[in-house]
Each structure stands twice: as C-alpha cells, then as structure tokens.
Nanobody, 116 residues
Framework: QVQLVESGGGLVQAGGSLRLSCAIS????????MAWYRQAPGKQRELVAGISSGGSTNYTDSVKGRFTISRNNAKNTVYLQMNSLKPEDTAVYYCNAKFYSGLWSWGQGTQVTVSS
C-alpha cells in the first residue's frame, strides 16, 4: 500500500513560480514511475510530467522548458518545479504512482491557480 500526499499549491501571478511536493509512504520499492497529472475545470486529466525509477523524465509539450520533475529517494518525495506559470496552467495537480504490477495510485490533489 502506498500513500501519496501533495502540497505546495496556491495562487500565483502569471510569470511566477511554485514547487509542488508529493510525499510517498508505504511500499515505495514497488513504484516504477512517478508522475504529475493535472485537471482543469471541464477538461480531462492530462499527464504533465513523469520520472522513472532510473531517473528518465518526460514532459507534455506545453510545459517543456518551464516545469521540472525531480525525485529525492532519500526523502521519498517527488517534486514539480513550475516556472513562468501561465493562466492556462490553472488546474488541480495530482501526484501519481505507477507500480511494476501495472496498478496506479493517486494523491488527493492540490489546487494551482495562476492569475493574469
């Protein structure tokens, strides 16, 4: 069993920065990929960034060059550094764990609001 708890969301002006954190507890050895997803009102949840157990990363095109995903294995925490934020980045951001078994787990989400 793995629990994911996000923090770091909030209200920021366009052009500003936020860092999201996802604290992971439980059977962390069973996790293959950690990722951040987001869901804006009226839209489907979309993948923002992912990082594998080996450290490989991937990003959706709209955040490339602005967002950075990283993980601190010693602290069992995954981060999403978000710079040059835009109003269209406004969404609930969810931490996601993909297990080697094929199962997924989700955090409760944290709201990010970017004002213009």
């Amino acid at each position: 069993q793995v629990q994911l708890v996000e923090s770091g969301g909030g209200l920021v002006q366009a052009g500003g920065s936020l860092r999201l954190s996802c604290a992971i507890s439980g059977s962390t050895f069973s996790i293959n990929v950690m990722a951040w997803y987001r869901q804006a009102p009226g839209k489907q949840r979309e993948l923002v960034a992912g990082i594998s157990s080996g450290g490989s990363t991937n990003y959706t095109d709209s955040v490339k060059g602005r967002f950075t995903i990283s993980r601190n294995n010693a602290k069992n925490t995954v981060y999403l550094q978000m710079n040059s934020l835009k109003p269209e980045d406004t969404a609930v951001y969810y931490c996601n764990a993909k297990f080697y078994s094929g199962l997924w787990s989700w955090g409760q989400g944290t709201q990010v609001t970017v004002s213009s």
